[in-house]
């Protein structure tokens, strides 16, 4: 038996999934990762622990599987998209730790380019607003504030990838340094409409072309494993980027279709077709996985804290033991009893895009408990993606029948029917909601022939459940207006 192997890297966890042809998980392995804070509002990985743990946990899940490397018919990898590595060619190592996606040192920076008049020029190309959030300023400040390191990208003698390019980089030892456009799109650096890296852009972000990686089609192979790595040398065969990967593996490939990840952050994306909608409303353009011909579009609205307040709450605050404790604790309470929790510990992503904000707990009386606050926070997951449903709504002119749902958080049946409840559309929950892993997994497959066209695997997909809307709308335009106050007090919070 033949089976896909997909390599999910995550902003917190390492994860293996072993696919069959039915698209059917025959075995999973994860492994947490060490989160860096050097600073305020700073946040780094190690990209040698990315690899080890990335490494063991593919190994640990073909064991589980009972599956021989030699019977893989492809590898394929989806990631955290924004997260930022410098390594050396000669040797591989990484020349500092990786700047991760939710780090905010580079605000500054984009406020000075936004001072120059520069955004709509670098949003008119890459379909992104001027935020750290984006690699562009992340590699710069690397170049700038690693001793040497400016010299020797413009010598060549460095190379900058996001998390696939580095993964990939490791697993053919060396043999190759390529992207696929779903991630070179998230970097500032990329030209979306002319799908290449843009001179210009490498100009005002200061950055030596020398230094970026290959783009190439989100389904193809671009390598094989190195020698001793497995068994036998597997071809690499898919790249996307996490949301991208999603999109794809939740079937979301014609015009208007929908679908949300609660993972880590919360990222909302509506594939557009073959044209890119620019919005008005503070959403990102961005590129969808490219299997050959014309490239694909979606518009895209990115939370930045979803998943993570529930860490939070278990590492930071210690009212609950595991993750999986936060839906029995909330439920414990007939309801938020007033209070609110803003996230924004790395600022808010869309629609409001203020990386001052910081987060807040609101409403608070003698009367709060824990339980009020693990439901606030349950609750800002919802809060915050049906922001991003209206401004998506209004951008694109069109009204949402569903919304598909993925991701970790998916599985809190409390928070999906609170997410319907607010949104006021069906909430649809697939049977495998590990569609970002089975999104790289249905590219690599492709590129290797293990399926053969679109319409094989989208016979696959099948619902687990539709959450119906069942609140009054007098109701969700009260709780609606209490959040809406609630991140209004947490903007601007920590701007000088």
Known sequence: ???????????????????????????????????????????????????????????????????????????????????????????????????????????????ALKARGLEPGISAKTGLLLDAYFSGTKLGWILDNVHGARARAEAGDLAFGTIDSWLVWKLSGGAAHVTDPSNASRTLLYDIHAGSWDSGLLEIFGIPERVLPEVRPSSGVVAKTAEGLFAVRIPIAGIAGDQQAALFGQRCVTPGTVKNTYGTGCFMLMHTGQRPVSSRNKLLTTTACRIGGDPEYALEGSVFIAGAVVQWLRDGLGIIKSSGDIERLAASVADNGGVYFVPAFAGTGSPHWDPYARGAILGLTRGSAAAHIARAALESIAYQTTDVLHAMEADSGIKLAEMRVDGGAARNDMLMQFQADLLGVPVVRPKITETTALGAAYLAGLAVGYWQDGEEIGAQWQAERAFEPNMSRDRVESLLSGWRKAVGRAKNWAED
């Open 1 to 111: 038996m033949s089976v896909i192997l997909a390599l999910d890297q995550g902003t917190t966890s390492s994860r293996a999934i072993v696919f069959d042809a039915k698209g059917a998980i025959l075995a999973v392995a994860q492994k947490e990762f060490t989160q860096v804070f050097p600073r305020p509002g700073w946040v780094e990985h190690d990209p040698e622990e990315i690899w080890v743990t990335q490494v063991a946990v593919a190994h640990e899940a073909l064991a589980r599987a009972g599956v021989q490397a030699r019977n893989v018919a492809a590898i394929g990898i989806t990631n955290q998209r924004e997260t930022t590595v410098v390594w050396e060619r000669k040797t591989g190592r990484p020349l500092c730790n990786a700047i991760v996606w939710q780090d905010r040192r580079t605000a500054a920076a984009c406020e």
